[in-house]
């Protein structure tokens, strides 16, 4: 999994950190829909887009550009797929674009013919060795993580881990949302070891996952909180947790669950050690 890979799947299920970047409040951002876009009869995609609700027209559409390597063309490319968009979706709202580097050394520069876009408020170029250095944030002590050598990585997410378990006003789900990310972030940096493995440095134990807002909001003292598409995606993402990744027809299998078999898999998981035991737990309940 490449970096920038990375990058998309965090703006995917932390869209919060787009906001973080450009120094604006988070409030928003669980109305932006992450994705990206094939321009028609073209050979552009467009991969990092945050669309705002299309009642409001006052709100930017994101452009959101991740570039680990250094490459002369970037903004020629960028800057033409923006507008390439623009002509072909004619959306009502105005644009801003987010250029996320490692460090400065990366970033081409500027350029004359986009030093107006560049020195605008229409731009705002991210060097994440910098905007991640306080450490003071969730967000950038998450991005630490990403940026530490493999000798530091473990130790820069078990900072995270003890700062969200210490959170008191941590949105239900996030917790979980996190301790995935960081596997999925550990599991590339530290490739030779397995997600087991990782979670033991981690010290991620039953007892852990018991005790995160997340579980214990859901599944309090027996009784479900939420709907049942809210409770399914919430036993997915622990069942990740535990079991690695899931085929979709798995994943299709307990998204029908009830809402009480929802229930008596989010205890039964805690024991789970692989996707065979989800497979054998599916054949025994879920016909109940």
Known sequence: MKTDSI?????????????DFIEQSPERAEQYRFTS??????AFRVDGIFLPPDTSTDWP??????????????????????????RQ???????????VYPTRAVDPGE????????RSAQVTRVYLDEWALPRQTLMQRLIGVLLAA????????????????????????LTTTIVDLLETILVYKLPTLSREEIQAMLELTDVDLKQTRFYQDVFTEGRLEGGQE????????????RCGGLVPALAERVAQLSLSQ?????????????TADLEQWLATHARE
């Open 111 to 118: 350029h004359p013919h986009y030093n107006l876009l560049l």
């Open 230 to 241: 809210e409770v399914a995606a919430l036993v997915l993402r622990l069942l990740q947790r």
């Open 262 to 274: 929802l229930g008596t898999l989010g205890e039964a998981l805690l024991e789970f050690r692989e």
């Open 7 to 19: 990058f998309y799947r965090l703006f995917h299920d932390l869209p919060r950190l787009l906001f």
């Open 89 to 99: 979706q004619e959306p009502p709202h105005p644009w801003q674009a987010v250029v």
């Open 150 to 173: 493999p000798g530091q990585a473990v130790t820069e997410a078990r900072s995270v881990l003890a700062g969200i378990e210490g959170d008191a006003v941590v949105d239900t789900g």
């Open 37 to 42: 876009v094939e321009l028609k009869q073209t």
């Open 61 to 86: 559409i994101f452009f959101v550009e991740v570039q680990f390597q250094a490459d002369p063309a970037l903004y020629r490319r960028l800057f033409a797929e923006i507008f390439l968009y623009l």
